[in-house]
C-alpha cells in the first residue's frame, strides 16, 4: 500500500529522524567508530521474525537516506503488505557506521508502526462485512501521532481527529464545565458565530437521559455513545434514527467490537488501536 509523502509530511518526518538520531546517537557512536574503519560499507536485510501488517518502510528509506545519502535501497516489501516469519522486507547497502547509527531506530519505528498496523487490522477484519468504519483516538504517543496514525491507515482503520483543532468533541468534562449538553452545545455555536469557525461537532453522551436532552437541542453532526451496554446501544441508535452520525466508544476489544457493530452504529472508536499495540518482531542482519 503506497502512501504518498507530501512535502508536509516528509518535513515531520525529517524532524523526527533527526530528534531521534540526536537522542540516540548523541556526540557520536564510539562503539562504531572504535571497531568498523571509516570507509567501510555492508549489506543489510530487514528480517521479519513476527506474522503481521508490515508498516514503516517508507519511514526506514528516509532514515537510511539522512544518515547516508549514497545508500542503495532495495523495497522488497510495501508498507500494508501482509508478512510472515522469514520474509525480508528489504535490503539497505551504505556505509557500515552510518548503517549502525540507524539500526536502532529503523527498527524501533518499524517495530512500533506494524504492531499498530496489525492490531488495527485485526479490528477493522471483524467488522469489514458491516457497514461501520473502525476509528483511532488521540491516545498516540506524544510527538509520534502522525506515525502512529499512518499506521493505523496502514492496518486499513481509520483515523478519527488530527488533534484538538480539527474537530469539536464535546465531552463529559466539558459538558460538567459548561453546566449542561444543552449550553456547550449552545456555546459551541456561539463561538462559531463570532469567530467563524465552522466545525463538524461530535458529542459524547452517557445514558439515554443526555442522549434525549442532545436529540432535542441538535445542532450537532455526531453522538458518541460511550460506554452503552449492548442493549442500550441499539436503543439509542434507535431512538437517532439516522438523524445524527452514531458512533460507539469505551473498552471496546476484539471480542466484543462485532456485537458491538451489529446494534447500527455507524463508527466504532478503539482508543487500543494506539495505546496497547504490542511491537512486532523484526531484525536488521548485515549480510556476511
Known amino acids: 500500500m503506497s502512501v504518498k509523502i507530501d512535502e508536509s509530511l516528509r518535513q515531520r518526518i525529517l524532524q523526527f529522524i533527526n530528534e531521534a538520531l540526536a537522542e540516540d546517537v548523541g556526540a557520536g557512536d564510539f562503539t562504531s567508530e572504535a571497531t568498523i574503519p571509516v570507509t567501510k560499507r555492508d549489506t543489510a536485510r530487514l528480517l521479519v521474525k513476527d506474522v503481521g501488517i508490515l508498516a514503516g518502510v517508507e519511514v526506514a528509506k528516509m532514515i537510511f537516506n539522512a544518515v547516508d545519502p549514497t545508500m542503495e535501497f532495495e523495497q522488497l516489501m510495501e508498507d500494508g503488505d501482509l508478512m510472515h516469519v522469514g520474509d525480508e522486507a528489504f535490503l539497505v547497502t551504505c556505509n557500515t557506521r552510518a548503517l549502525l547509527q540507524a539500526e536502532r531506530l529503523v527498527l524501533n519505528t518499524m517495530q ?15 467488522v469489514e462485512d458491516l457497514p461501520v468504519k473502525v476509528l483511532d483516538t488521540r491516545k498516540t504517543t506524544p ?25 469539536i468533541m464535546i465531552k463529559d468534562n466539558h459538558v460538567d464545565a459548561a453546566g449542561s449538553l444543552t449550553k456547550a452545545i449552545e456555546d459551541v455555536q456561539t463561538f462559531f458565530r463570532e469567530n467563524a469557525v465552522q466545525l463538524p461537532i461530535t458529542v459524547e453522551v452517557r445514558n439515554l437521559v443526555e442522549l434525549m436532552e442532545v436529540l432535542e437541542v441538535g445542532q450537532i453532526d455526531r453522538i458518541m455513545l460511550d460506554n452503552f451496554e449492548i442493549p442500550l446501544l441499539r436503543e439509542a441508535v434507535a431512538h437517532v434514527d439516522r438523524r445524527y452520525e452514531t458512533e460507539a466508544s469505551g473498552g471496546i476489544t476484539l471480542d466484543s467490537i462485532r456485537a458491538v ?26 549480510i556476511k
Request: glycine share 10%; aromatic share 10%.
Open 261 to 286: 457493530a451489529e446494534t447500527g452504529v455507524d463508527f466504532i472508536s478503539v482508543g487500543a488501536l494506539t495505546h496497547s499495540a504490542v511491537s512486532l518482531d523484526l531484525s536488521l542482519k548485515v
Open 112 to 126: 512500533r508502526m506494524s504492531g499498530i498496523a496489525t492490531l488495527a487490522n485485526r479490528y477493522a477484519f471483524e
Open 143 to 167: 510527538n509520534l501521532r502522525f506515525l502512529e496514525k499512518w499506521a493505523v491507515r496502514l492496518g486499513g482503520a481509520h483515523n478519527y481527529r488530527d488533534g484538538l483543532y480539527d474537530r
